[in-house]
């Protein structure tokens, strides 16, 4: 879990253009919010990998995909075509409808990290 979203969130710095076109247009600053976006994603991803830290950077991903949830909505619901994506950008339905209650299974993964552990100190 942990690589995978240092991977994810290193990407928005190598093709931001990829992810400015899936922030819906009512938020401002699209290509700052896809930067601090991926920033927040390389930071649960290394804090997921420390013991010590995991369980507050599990709630942090919980808060970082709550967050992103409205571009995944706004996907599915505007038919959204993300240009320049290898392999083709425009998903099909299944695929942008899919991908809401995925975000609900990846909330519910970063919460099996909240539970306390010995390893993981108060936090």
Not at 5 to 26: K, M
Not at 35 to 48: F, N, P, R, T, W
Not at 81 to 97: A, I, K, N
Request: charged share 10%; glycine share 10%; net charge neutral.
């Amino acid at each position: 879990m942990a690589s995978a979203y240092v991977l994810a969130g290193v990407l928005h710095f190598v093709v931001p253009e990829l992810y400015v076109q899936i922030v819906p247009p009512v938020f401002p600053a699209a290509l700052a919010l896809v930067y601090l976006s991926g920033l927040a994603e390389i930071a649960v991803g290394v804090g997921l990998a420390i013991p010590r830290t995991r369980r507050l950077a599990a709630w942090g991903t919980v808060a970082l995909l709550v967050a992103v949830f409205p571009a995944n909505v706004y996907m599915a619901t505007h038919g959204v075509v993300v240009e320049g994506m290898p392999g083709g950008g425009d998903p099909s339905e299944l695929v942008r409808w899919g991908r809401l209650p995925l975000q609900g299974v990846l909330i519910l993964w970063a919460l099996w990290y909240t539970r306390p552990t010995t390893e993981s100190g108060p936090f």
